[in-house]
């Protein structure tokens, strides 16, 4: 059985592995180290016996002008072991991430996915998500599109 917990400082050399599995281009165990600080309790492990099969990264953000500022979720990093990809594990954790985020005070959410990664594109549009616009060069070797997804309805 899958279960969600808080990541914790432990888990960041598993979580850094499962990262360089998935992504050509990986965060660093630093920028980990970090996020762990900034991101609370929306930094999520997925654990099956005792092992960790998947992470997300969440953060909320106060974007606009002074005096006119929006509170919005952002979804940094999610990854799944490739050998449980497919299998809902995604499903949980961004669940369980929007959630907070909307308990946050955030009103939508948004991510960044490259473009080539077509996947991963039609299962957040399965989510509720939709482009919103290109990101030149966001990933460096490849663009990025922002996609973004009301979270009102969770409530």
Known sequence: MVSLRVAVEDDLEVIHGIEQSVYPTAWTLNFFRLMLGLSGDMFLVAVENGEIIGYTVGEI???GRVGDTKTVGHILNIAVMKD????????MLMDDVELKLRSGGADVVYLEVRESNT???AVYRKRG????????????????????KSLTKLE
């Open 61 to 63: 953000k106060k974007m």
């Open 84 to 91: 449980h990809q497919g299998s809902g594990i995604g499903t």
């Open 119 to 121: 996947g991963a594109q």
């Open 129 to 148: 998500y939709l482009y919103v616009r290109n990101a030149k060069d966001y990933y460096g070797d490849e663009d990025g599109f922002i996609m973004m």
